[in-house]
């Protein structure tokens, strides 16, 4: 198993359209892709979709093969994970996904303000014991706003009903703009969507797609930060 891990490494290693930048260039702040993304890994002006907590990046590639008017980065710590979605980009050959490794909480070091159009958070770790921590805490949604546009979604699937009912209440406290919420979201939700909102929501993660076989109801939220 650790051999294989360090084969992946390796392997995401020599891949053009991950970003793995070193902890001299996080602490410096010194990042050359900051602000350049669109002109510099996708050669275009398409919105960008962030995908925080990629895991595998089943969504970002999913999404990316689907809208080829967007650009689409998954963002994980764990580069064996990435290489799925790595992979599956580089045999495809998708031109609008791409990889960063780091800390959700150095992405501000990684993007500028109002580079980003949208973000999504699929399955993120609920945090029980560490509210500050969870991806939708005040903390972590004001990183966002440095390079989220004014406007921007905010897009959770979870299976915890902890971290969607703080979700929830971050949205009331803070005064986000909530469009969308369900609490059962493939049994009372998804069938009044329209099909293009439908298809997005289907995609299932490998976390998801476990925690569906085991009976857990899958929450969404759909919120705006301004």
């Known amino acids: 198993m650790a051999k294989r891990k360090l ?23 010194n990042s050359p892709i ?12 398409h919105p960008i979709v962030l995908e925080l907590g990629c895991g595998k990046g089943e969504y970002a ?14 963002v994980d710590i764990k580069g064996a994970r990435i290489w799925y979605g790595a992979s599956t980009v580089r045999e495809e050959k998708i031109k ?3 990889f960063l490794r780091t800390r959700i909480d150095y992405c501000t070091y990684f993007f500028e303000e109002n580079e980003v159009d949208e973000i999504w958070l699929t399955f993120s770790d ?4 560490r509210p500050r921590k969870r991806l939708t ?10 390079f989220l546009k004014p406007g921007g979604l905010v897009h959770l699937k979870t299976d915890s009903s902890l971290l969607f009912a703080s979700t929830l209440e971050q949205i009331e406290l803070q005064g986000y703009e909530l469009l969308e919420k369900s609490w ?4 009372e939700m998804i069938d009044n969507l329209d099909q293009d909102t439908q298809e997005i929501l289907n995609v299932k993660t490998h976390y998801e797609q476990i925690f569906t076989d085991k009976g857990f109801d899958i929450k969404y939220v759909k919120f705006k930060i301004h």
Not at 37 to 45: A, C, L, P, Q, V
Not at 126 to 129: D, I, L, V
């Open 126 to 129: 609920p945090q029980r014991k």
């Open 61 to 74: 590639v999913a999404m990316g093969k689907k809208y080829l008017n967007k650009n689409y980065i998954g």
């Open 96 to 98: 609008n996904v791409a």
């Open 184 to 187: 059962d979201l493939y049994g």
């Open 137 to 146: 805490s005040k903390i972590f949604v004001d990183r966002y706003k440095e």
């Open 7 to 29: 084969q992946r490494f390796a392997d995401v290693a020599t891949m053009s359209f991950v970003v793995e930048p070193p902890i001299e260039m996080v602490l410096n702040n």
């Open 34 to 45: 900051k602000g350049n993304w669109r002109k510099d890994m996708f050669k275009n002006d």
